[in-house]
């Protein structure tokens, strides 16, 4: 019932930026909550950071401070804008959607994010 398409990763080196989006569509009336997450080769997968419904927003402590998410108006795209790139943040990024508890049904297909000299 609802699509995520994430863009916007690459390749970036140390310090740099890049800024990623996820476009929702479909029945975007019920989520409550938009999340970032990220998956590094051989680690788990962790939570980036999410924002929700009225606008209230958190962060991974690893992120915190040089990451920063948003959403349009309407709030049919979120973005994570991502500073001070490391190469630690290297990793596949998606974007999921949840009415609820974490995380939620819906993902995006996923974007590359490399951070290297």
């Known amino acids: 019932q609802v699509q995520l398409v994430e863009s916007g990763g690459g390749l970036v080196q140390p310090g740099g930026s890049l800024r990623l989006s996820c476009a929702a569509s479909?029945?975007?009336?019920?989520?409550?909550?938009m999340v970032w997450y990220r998956q590094a080769p051989g680690k788990q997968r962790e939570l980036v950071a999410f924002i929700t419904k009225g606008g209230v927003t958190n962060y991974a402590d690893s992120v915190k401070g040089r990451f920063t998410i948003s959403r349009s108006n309407p709030e049919n795209t979120v973005y994570l804008q991502m500073n001070s790139l490391k190469p630690e943040d290297t990793a596949v990024y998606y974007c999921n959607a949840a009415t609820g508890r974490l995380p939620g049904d819906f993902w995006g297909q996923g974007t590359q994010v490399t951070v290297s000299s």
């Open positions: 479909g029945s975007i009336f019920s989520i409550y909550f």
